[in-house]
């Protein structure tokens, strides 16, 4: 297939791993995806490390700060064209920026917030960086949903903060789920997740895509992880869940 760019402002556009282990990640999705890994220059970029596959963007890795109060975890950026009237936009909202846009040297703005709910979001102006460049394939990303604590306050926040248009995707009353979709295509979701999470915190979900789920879940606990959800099937394909050897919980999904 062909390189993708993602251009629809508020669509995802990268994913990022933040590890307590990097060169331990570098070689758990090395093995997993066959992704190559490329560490940046120490000064310009603090060592963050580019994951791609066929010279293809997929993701990101940073090292977690050794005091940092969560665990290993993948996060999610939106694609903005201004980075600074996101930031004003996510404080409107009732969201809350983690600190100013910043400019990294020639890629592109980042910034990084909880929105109203808690949930921690990035986003990204491009640069030189358009951020992930396949989707769809086998270790590619496939799908990105929110896992709302607070469904309606949810809806609310990305609707302000991001301008999305949301399409109600109801299947009845114990399932509440809503897809931003732009020009006919749908891009990530919120799900009504509250009694999933059970009082853990709000997050954002990352899908990894798999020609062969259980086999993908199979060779995951070969190099280390651990199964949290067993692959089942769903409208939506066959999914499953493992924790990898970092402790970052990794959803994979079928293709």
């Given at each position: 297939?062909?390189?993708?760019?993602?251009?629809?402002?508020?669509?995802?556009?990268?994913?990022?791993?933040?590890?307590?282990?990097?060169?331990?990640?570098?070689?758990?999705?090395?093995?997993?995806?066959?992704?190559?890994?490329?560490?940046?220059?120490?000064?310009?970029?603090?060592?963050?490390?580019?994951?791609?596959?066929?010279?293809?963007?997929?993701?990101?890795?940073?090292?977690?700060?050794?005091?940092?109060?969560?665990?290993?975890?993948?996060?999610?950026y939106l694609l903005t064209t201004d980075a600074e009237e996101t930031a004003a936009a996510?404080?409107?909202?009732?969201?809350?920026?983690?600190?100013?846009?910043?400019?990294?040297?020639?890629?592109?703005?980042?910034?990084?917030?909880?929105?109203?709910?808690?949930?921690?979001?990035?986003?990204?102006?491009?640069?030189?960086?358009?951020?992930?460049?396949?989707?769809?394939?086998?270790?590619?990303?496939?799908?990105?949903?929110?896992?709302?604590?607070?469904?309606?306050?949810?809806?609310?926040?990305?609707?302000?903060?991001?301008?999305?248009?949301?399409?109600?995707?109801?299947?009845?009353?114990?399932?509440?789920?809503?897809?931003?979709?732009?020009?006919?295509?749908?891009?990530?979701?919120?799900?009504?997740?509250?009694?999933?999470?059970?009082?853990?915190?709000?997050?954002?979900?990352?899908?990894?895509?798999?020609?062969?789920?259980?086999?993908?879940?199979?060779?995951?606990?070969?190099?280390?992880?651990t199964v949290k959800d067993e692959a089942s099937d769903t409208p939506y394909g066959r999914?499953?869940?493992?924790?990898?050897?970092?402790?970052?919980?990794?959803?994979?999904?079928?293709?």
């Amino acid at each position: 297939m062909p390189d993708i760019t993602v251009t629809t402002p508020g669509a995802p556009c990268w994913l990022e791993l933040t590890t307590s282990d990097p060169a331990r990640s570098q070689e758990f999705y090395s093995a997993l995806f066959g992704w190559d890994a490329e560490t940046g220059d120490e000064v310009l970029y603090g060592g963050y490390v580019s994951f791609s596959s066929g010279h293809r963007r997929i993701a990101g890795a940073m090292k977690k700060q050794d005091d940092a109060p969560y665990p290993d975890t993948w996060s999610v950026y939106l694609l903005t064209t201004d980075a600074e009237e996101t930031a004003a936009a996510i404080a409107e909202a009732g969201g809350m920026n983690m600190f100013e846009p910043l400019s990294v040297p020639e890629m592109g703005v980042m910034g990084f917030a909880t929105d109203g709910t808690g949930a921690t979001v990035g986003y990204w102006q491009s640069g030189k960086h358009t951020g992930f460049q396949v989707e769809r394939e086998h270790g590619a990303p496939v799908w990105c949903e929110l896992l709302a604590s607070e469904f309606d306050k949810a809806v609310e926040f990305y609707e302000k903060a991001f301008d999305w248009t949301l399409k109600n995707e109801d299947t009845g009353d114990d399932f509440r789920y809503m897809v931003f979709e732009k020009d006919g295509q749908q891009l990530c979701g919120i799900y009504d997740a509250a009694e999933m999470l059970a009082g853990e915190p709000p997050s954002w979900a990352v899908y990894f895509g798999a020609t062969d789920v259980d086999a993908t879940v199979a060779k995951a606990v070969e190099l280390g992880a651990t199964v949290k959800d067993e692959a089942s099937d769903t409208p939506y394909g066959r999914i499953a869940s493992v924790t990898d050897p970092t402790g970052a919980v990794l959803r994979v999904m079928s293709i």
